[in-house]
């Protein structure tokens, strides 16, 4: 019996694709939407200063940090920093509170995948969490 040809690998044509930004999620990223579920890839900008206000998200959320440092407190007041090439995974829904803030001196600049249930809002904004000063 003869075992069937491999099919000559085509090049592409008239593509182009430029990465915005990338990074590596060190303990791996699952993402998975039920139903009908809207994808939203945005590039937001955090001044010096600045800050997202306390929120969450009604779905999943994967950024990666072009530059800047982001400083994040979550709704148990623990704080994670990432730096330029991080990923950040928010599983979102409203255990998910958070803020996020540049305590730095240049822009932060994330490129964020929302997945969402179809029709929600990018973020929901939420009063700061107890352990959180006022």
């Not at 791996?28 to 001044?47: A, F, L, S």
């Not at 709704?75 to 958070?98: I, K, T, Y």
Request: aromatic share 4%.
């Amino acid at each position: 019996m003869l075992a069937p040809k491999a099919a000559p690998a085509t090049a592409g044509s008239g593509i182009s694709g430029v990465v915005l930004a990338a990074g590596t999620a060190n303990a791996g990223v699952k993402v998975k939407g039920q139903g009908p579920t809207d994808v939203i890839v945005r590039e937001v900008t955090i001044q010096p200063g600045g800050h997202t206000g306390w929120h969450y998200h009604p779905g999943q959320v994967v950024a990666v940090v072009k530059s800047g440092t982001l400083t994040r407190t979550l709704d148990d007041c623990s704080v994670e920093v990432s730096g330029a090439g991080s990923v950040v995974f928010e599983p979102g829904g409203r255990g998910d509170v958070h803020i996020g803030r540049n305590h730095g001196t240049e822009p932060v600049v994330l490129y964020v995948t929302y997945v969402l249930p179809k029709g929600s809002p990018l973020s929901v904004d939420v009063d700061p969490p107890a352990c959180a000063p006022h």
